[in-house]
Every structure is written in structure tokens, then in C-alpha cells.
């Protein structure tokens, strides 16, 4: 018999429990007086994302001349023109949405930001990013979930750490419990570095001496089912906020939908594809251009839908390398080496391009032909780490790597 309904408000995310509500979501969600948890959302963009027309270095007589057909025109032409950031660097403008993030001073970019490791196998460099340790094909977990392993909760929740991806990405394989979703009406648990189905998962924590969700597995699959049963559907984002139509625009919103349901968000990962642009990028127009668009529109919308509780939440993304500074012979770029990162939050010492800038003149090149890398993107994420949820053990996350906060870029207030 219905004897309970439990609506979280503000997000249309309706939990109907059948007895007694899941204690496990009424402590997050209900604790009078507490303070909202810390959020880390990531996005990776897969494909590797030309970053030289995305933060577009226009200011550098170089670019233009190494990209006769697809260089994005300094500002001062209109719509068809850079947007001006610094007087150096612009914003493709396709994703004009962002521009009063920036101005706001919530947006920073960087720039010249990548993977030491050399390969250009979108694979290999996708792997060496998700683990956090370039040129290491061994190691078996990935950053995000020894960041969690890293900073025991005895208050977590099944909704830790939530990947709005299909299966369980590479960066949060590990021993750590995950959620992977691609809808919240699909919403199932993939259990730690074992690849524990949710029956296993639901008998570890039955079994397990130390109750680290404060409550029975029980109560956890409890939760899990009230959630699986919500439709997602029945959410409305803030006032006059519209998602762009899509996977990547969803992920962003339910991601949004979580954080505003209090149910112990602490890391999310989403990802978008549609970056491998060998052919007919196009500038201002074409294919770069139209990812850009729904890209823009998805972080802008993301955002906004938060208002004050973008206080708590920093977004990062991250792509496995850049693209050739020289366009090729069918308009398009090549698998290069450096790239870029946005980096979104209450925290963030927005509305400035961060790195050092290597140039682009021919014996500035990595390899004669590629951005240089001046920021590894470990030193990115230290300090988004370090700086937004307060993580002390960056030698666990980043192993073999020696984080220094005397090479973070400045992303984040001190």
C-alpha cells in the first residue's frame, strides 16, 4: 500500500516509495542545516577538438596564414568574426552562448593544455587521459574513480559518482562504486574494478563489516529503484532555459537534474563525439561549427539551470589531443598534440585565458607541425581538485606524476 511520496523540490524528480522512504536519499536530500557537497562534472569531447578554432588565437598572424580556408577572422567583423576575449585571443563564435559566462567572470579557458605522451591514436590518447597516466597501458582504474577512493565518505551515497554515459567509462573504472546511466529511466550501478553486475554489487554491501552508505544494501537498491522509476521527462529546468536537443544536451541536463536533487552528487562525467574533423571543418561555418553550437548551447543552458548552485560546481573538459596548426588539402586538420580546456564554476577565476601561450612560429612547433603543450592537463585538474573539493592526496590520483601547485595555471581562486 502507498503510504509515502517524497518529491524533491524543484526538480521533477518524483521518488515513490512503497512503506518507508529510502533513508539513504532523505539524509542527503533532507539534512536541515548542511552544507551542499562540492560537484566536479566533466566533459570529455572525443575526437580531439580543434582548439586553435575554438579559443582562437587571432591576435597571432600565423594562424591565419597556416589557415588559409578555415581560420576564424578576427574580431571586428560581426557575426562572421572571432569574439574577442583579450585582445589576443577570441571565442569561435558559434558559441556566442558562452560569451556572458565569460564576462561574468564564471568561464576561463586554457590554452596549449594536453598529454605529454606523443601518440596520436585517438585511442591510446583517450586511455592515457581517462587513467591519468600518459604512456602507462597498465594501469587499471581510472583518475576520477581513485579520486573518490581517495577521500573515504562514511555519508556517500549510491549517487557518488554518476557517469551519464551508456557504460562505465574508462576514467571511473576502479574499485570505487559507480553509477553509469545514458537515461535516468535506464539507471543501473556498475560496481568497481570488478565489473560487479548490480546483484553482486547489492550483496557486497549486505555483506559488507562497514556500512559506508549509513544504510542497509537494501535501503541502497531501494534508492536505485525510485530513481530508475522517475521520468525524466517531468523535469523543468529554471525558468526560460532550453537544452539543446540530443544526447550530449540530455546528459547535461540530467546531470543538472541530479545535482538540484540532492542526492549526493559529488563527480560526474558525461562525453560528446563529432570532433575528428580530417575534412571540411569548415571556420565560421561547417561541421566544427555546428558542434560548437550545440556544445555552447548545452554548457550555457547547464549553467544557467543551476543559478546559485553553480557555487558549488566546477565543470572541466578535456579532449585526448588538438589538431595540426596547418590545415591539410581537404580543408580540414590532423591528429596534432596540444588543445584546449573550459574550465566553469562558482570557484573559477573566470573571464581570463590561462597557460602560456608557445606561439606558432616554426621552431615553436611540436614536431615541426603541432601546438606545443605548456600545461600538462594533470596540472589542470590538480588544481580544480586541490582548489573546488579540497583533495590533499594528488599522488594517488595522478600516480608517478609529482602535482605541484607551482604549475597550476590559475583556473581556480586560491
Known amino acids: 500500500m502507498l503510504t509515502r511520496r517524497i518529491f524533491l523540490k524543484s526538480t521533477g524528480l518524483a521518488l515513490v516509495s512503497f512503506g518507508v522512504a529510502p533513508k539513504v536519499l532523505l539524509r542527503t536530500a ?16 572525443r575526437g580531439a577538438c580543434d582548439g586553435l578554432n575554438v579559443v582562437v588565437p587571432h591576435g597571432e598572424e600565423a594562424y591565419r596564414r597556416l589557415r588559409p580556408t578555415i581560420a576564424i577572422p578576427a574580431p571586428g567583423g560581426g557575426r562572421e568574426a572571432a569574439l574577442d576575449l583579450d585582445g589576443f585571443f577570441g571565442l569561435h563564435p558559434a558559441l556566442e552562448p558562452l560569451l556572458p559566462l565569460w564576462k561574468e567572470g564564471s568561464l576561463a579557458a586554457v590554452q596549449a ?18 587513467s591519468g597516466t600518459p604512456g602507462r597501458k597498465a594501469t587499471e582504474d581510472g583518475w576520477l574513480n581513485r579520486l573518490v577512493q581517495s577521500r573515504p565518505d562514511s ?32 539507471f543501473d550501478l556498475r560496481g568497481g574494478g570488478d565489473g560487479l553486475a548490480a546483484r553482486g554489487f547489492e550483496q557486497m554491501y549486505e555483506t559488507a563489516t562497514q556500512d559506508l552508505l549509513h544504510g542497509t544494501g537494501q535501503e541502497t537498491f531501494e534508492a536505485m529503484q525510485f530513481l530508475k522509476k522517475s521520468d525524466p521527462g517531468r523535469y523543468q529546468p529554471a525558468a526560460g532555459v532550453e537544452y539543446p536537443r540530443g544526447r550530449y544536451g540530455d546528459s547535461l541536463k540530467q546531470v ?6 540532492d542526492v549526493g552528487v559529488e563527480v560526474a562525467f558525461t562525453d560528446v563525439g563529432g570532433w575528428d574533423h580530417h575534412a571540411a571543418e569548415g571556420g565560421v561555418q561547417g561541421q566544427l561549427a555546428a558542434r ?29 589531443f588538438g589538431r595540426t596548426v596547418r590545415e591539410n588539402g581537404n580543408r580540414g586538420t590532423d591528429h ?5 580546456a573550459l574550465v566553469l564554476g562558482g570557484d573559477v577565476r573566470g573571464g581570463r585565458v590561462h597557460g602560456r601561450w608557445p606561439g606558432l612560429a616554426p621552431d615553436k612547433l611540436y614536431e615541426g607541425r603541432d601546438l606545443a603543450i605548456t600545461t600538462d592537463f594533470r596540472d589542470v585538474l590538480g588544481e580544480v581538485l586541490a582548489r573546488h573539493l579540497g583533495a590533499r592526496d594528488l599522488s594517488r590520483v595522478f600516480p608517478g606524476y609529482a602535482v605541484s601547485s607551482t604549475r597550476f595555471p590559475g583556473v581556480m581562486r586560491a
Not at 533532507?30 to 569531447?45: D, H, I, N, W
Not at 593544455?113 to 581517462?130: C, I, K, L, N
Request: glycine fraction near 6%; charge should be positive.
Open 336 to 340: 596534432g598534440h596540444a588543445s584546449f
Open 256 to 261: 543538472a537534474q541530479l545535482l538540484k536533487a
Open 30 to 45: 533532507y539534512a536541515e542545516g548542511s552544507r551542499r557537497r562540492k560537484t566536479l562534472v566533466v566533459v570529455f569531447q
Open 113 to 130: 593544455v594536453g598529454s605529454p605522451d606523443a601518440t596520436r591514436s585517438h585511442f591510446d590518447a583517450q586511455d592515457f587521459m581517462e
Open 155 to 186: 555519508e556517500a551515497t549510491p549517487f557518488r559518482a554518476v557517469a551519464m554515459t551508456p557504460t562505465l567509462p574508462r576514467i571511473l573504472s576502479g574499485r570505487a562504486p559507480a553509477v553509469a546511466m545514458a537515461n535516468i529511466r535506464d
Open 292 to 320: 560548437l553550437r550545440e556544445f555552447g548551447q548545452a554548457l550555457a543552458a547547464f549553467r544557467r539551470d543551476l543559478g546559485d548552485r553553480m557555487q558549488d560546481v566546477v565543470l572541466v573538459t578535456m579532449t585526448e
